[in-house]
C-alpha cells in the first residue's frame, strides 16, 4: 500500500502544479492558442529545476522504499545464492518505474543546461523521454508478476488507460508544440491516474475495505484479494467500474471549475508569452539565471505601461 501512496503523491504534486501553470501561461499569452508552446516542467523563483529536483527525490524514495527498506532482509536478493526471489520481482518491477521517471528528471537538466543543444529539439528529446517513461510504466503494469486478476485485475486495468492516455499526450506534445489542450487534457490524466493509484490501494490493501463477499488473503509471501464465489467477484468488479466513473466525473468537475477560477484571475490579462525553455539571456557567466514566468510577465507589463 505503501507505494501505491508515494507514487500516487508525487503523480498528484506534479499533475496538479502542471495543470495550474499550464492554464495561467495559457491566459498570459496572446489571445491565440497556436502561440502557446508545449513544456513539461516549470521553473520557479526559489529554483529553476526545483520541479524536476522534487521528481528526483521522490523516484530515490521511491526505489529505496522497495528495494531497502519494505524487503524483510533489507535488501531484495536471495541471502543465499544472490539472485532475485519471486516474492521480490514485484519490488524490482516498482523500482524500474521509478527509475525512468528519474532518468527522465536527470536528463531534462541536463538537456537544459547544454546550450549548443537547439530549443526546439530540447523540447522533443524531453517529451519522447517523458513518454518513455510512461511506455515503462504501462508495460511493467501490464506483464506485472503479480497475479493481478478479478478484482486487482480491475483497478489495474483502468489504471493502465490512465497511463495511456498520459502517454498518448505527452507524445502528442511532440507533433502539436502549440495545442493547449494536449497540455491541459496531459495535467489532468496525471492527476486522475495519481488519484487512482492511492485510492486503490488503500481500498485493495486495506483490512476491511474489500467489498462484500472478499477478503485479503496471504499466499505464500504476499497478500491478495479473493473473493468468494463469481457472483461476489462480479459485483466487486461493477462496483470498481462505478468507482472509476465516479472519479472521472469529480476529476472533470474539478478541472473546469480550476478552469473556471483561473480565467476570472488571469482571463483579462494578454501578455506576451515568455518561453519557459532556456534563452542564453537568462544565462550569466556563472551559469544560470533563476526565472519564472511571473517575474518576466510584469516586466512586459511594465515596458508597455512606460510605452504607452
Not at 51 to 80: G, R, V, Y
Not at 102 to 122: E, G, N, V
Not at 258 to 271: D, P
Request: aromatic share 16%; net charge negative.
Amino acid at each position: 500500500m505503501e507505494g501505491h501512496e508515494i507514487l500516487g503523491f508525487g503523480f498528484f504534486v506534479i499533475g496538479l502544479w502542471h495543470f495550474f501553470n499550464h492554464i495561467k501561461l495559457h491566459f498570459l499569452s496572446s489571445s491565440s492558442l497556436k502561440s502557446y508552446p508545449s513544456t513539461l516542467w516549470f521553473p520557479t523563483k526559489v529554483s529553476r529545476y526545483i520541479e524536476l529536483h522534487f521528481i528526483i527525490a521522490s523516484c530515490t524514495i521511491f526505489i529505496a522504499m522497495e528495494l531497502f527498506i519494505s524487503p524483510l532482509h533489507h535488501q531484495p536478493f536471495d541471502p543465499i545464492d544472490g539472485s532475485i526471489p519471486s516474492n521480490h520481482l514485484h519490488n524490482f518491477e516498482h523500482s524500474s518505474m521509478a527509475l525512468s521517471f528519474l532518468l527522465y528528471a536527470t536528463f531534462a537538466i541536463i538537456l537544459d543546461r547544454k546550450i549548443t543543444i537547439a530549443r526546439k529539439t530540447q523540447n522533443e528529446v524531453t517529451h519522447l523521454l517523458a513518454a518513455i517513461a510512461f511506455t515503462q510504466e504501462f508495460l511493467l503494469i501490464h506483464f506485472h508478476s503479480r497475479d493481478h486478476m478479478g478484482l486487482e485485475g480491475q483497478y489495474h486495468y483502468l489504471l493502465q488507460v490512465l497511463i495511456f492516455i498520459c502517454f498518448a499526450t505527452t507524445l502528442m506534445g511532440i507533433g502539436f508544440p502549440t495545442s493547449f489542450l494536449v497540455c491541459f487534457v496531459r495535467s489532468v490524466g496525471i492527476i486522475f491516474q495519481a488519484l487512482w493509484l492511492m485510492f486503490m490501494g488503500f481500498m485493495l490493501f486495506t483490512p476491511g475495505y474489500q467489498p462484500k463477499g472478499c477478503f485479503m488473503k496471504l499466499e505464500g509471501d504476499q497478500y491478495v484479494v479473493r473473493c468468494s464465489d463469481p457472483e461476489a467477484l462480479r459485483r466487486a468488479v461493477s462496483l470498481v467500474n462505478i468507482y472509476f466513473s465516479w472519479f472521472l466525473i469529480g476529476v472533470t468537475v474539478f478541472a473546469v471549475s480550476f478552469y473556471l477560477v483561473m480565467a476570472m484571475c488571469y482571463g483579462g490579462k494578454t501578455v506576451e508569452y515568455v518561453s519557459l525553455i532556456k534563452e542564453e539571456h537568462y544565462r550569466d557567466e556563472d551559469g544560470l539565471k533563476n526565472f519564472d514566468v511571473e517575474s518576466q510577465c510584469q516586466k512586459i507589463n511594465a515596458s508597455m505601461e512606460e510605452k504607452t
